[in-house]
């Protein structure tokens, strides 16, 4: 004779149903819409406060290799100076680089920075990312941000 044998709780369980994973869902739907919108904040001031970091540490290698050879790279060279010799014979016998540890760094967007060896008031050269928009002008995050030309 055959006899059934006792189901345990843990048998009988099958998993959860269609209605608690949307319940899930639902919640953790939520939680994001309240939170993603702080997160993607913070990571657009971030790139902001990066790119103010990059042209420091560009500005610090323009005024090195100024030092160096006597003057800034022309609008021609642009930054590639500070990690490739000038192509001026009397600037490349001075030329003590490269000036940076890696190539020109883009910026957080993935554009170049904006270089000109023209006075931008406060620096004697002009040297800018064009923000989030990529174009010129904007506000916030969209603003430019660097040393920018004299309008």
């Given at each position: ?5 006792p ?6 369980q099958?998993?959860f ?18 939170v ?41 060279e ?26 020109v760094?883009?910026?957080?967007w ?10 931008s ?26 040393h920018?030309?004299?309008?």
């Open positions: 004779m055959h006899r059934p044998v189901q345990t709780a843990a048998a009988r099958r998993g149903t269609l209605l608690e994973m949307i319940v899930v869902l639902v919640i953790i739907g939520l939680i994001m819409g309240l993603g919108p702080r997160l993607f904040g913070q990571a657009d001031k971030a790139k902001v406060q990066t790119a103010e970091t990059q042209i420091k540490m560009l500005g610090g290698a323009l005024q090195t290799m100024r030092l160096d050879i006597g003057r800034l790279p022309t609008a021609e642009g930054l590639r100076a500070l990690v490739e010799r000038p192509g001026d014979e009397r600037a490349a016998k001075a030329w003590s680089g490269p000036y940076l540890d890696d190539n760094p883009a910026d957080p993935g554009r170049p920075y904006q270089y000109a060896p023209a006075s008031g406060a620096k004697p050269y002009t040297l800018y990312s064009l923000g989030a928009d990529g174009q010129p002008g904007g506000e916030e995050f969209d603003a430019d941000v660097g920018l030309p004299a309008r």
